[in-house]
């Protein structure tokens, strides 16, 4: 896979140590990875790059995930491919309220395994 051929995924998670481990295991899959670590700057990423996929973690400090997925819907050049969003929240209400703003998925990141966050980048982006 040369460069122009790499799809880009933007992380968006506040959690340093899941935020390292995914974006390994996604560079080392053939992926690029834009990283943010709060949704304001998440928000600037999803803005300003071209991306294939969207990892957007619900709670996020500053602008939280569903704040992003608002800001995202409420303009739609802004969504350019699938999202995702990861959570620790195992609450029907914020799923339901993420798939209502256009997410297309979610993990919850206790049962999320670095084969599984692998696996469903592939099933949504190849």
């Known amino acids: 896979m040369n460069t122009e051929e790499k799809k880009t995924v933007v992380l968006v998670e506040d959690e340093h140590d ?30 300003a790059l071209t991306w294939h996929l969207l990892l957007l973690d619900i709670m996020l400090p500053g602008q939280d995930g569903l704040k992003v997925l608002q800001e995202i819907s409420r303009d739609a050049d802004l969504k350019k491919g ?3 969003t990861l959570t620790n929240l195992n609450s029907e209400h914020i799923i339901k309220e ?29």
């Open 98 to 126: 993420a798939f209502n703003l256009g997410a297309d998925g979610y993990l919850i990141k206790s049962e999320i395994t670095p084969d599984k966050i692998l696996e469903e980048v592939k099933s949504f982006i190849g």
């Open 18 to 47: 899941l935020r390292v481990l995914y974006q390994e295991i996604l560079v080392n899959s053939g992926y690029n990875v834009e990283v943010a670590a709060d949704g304001v700057t998440g928000l600037e990423k999803i803005k």
């Open 82 to 84: 699938p999202i995702i």
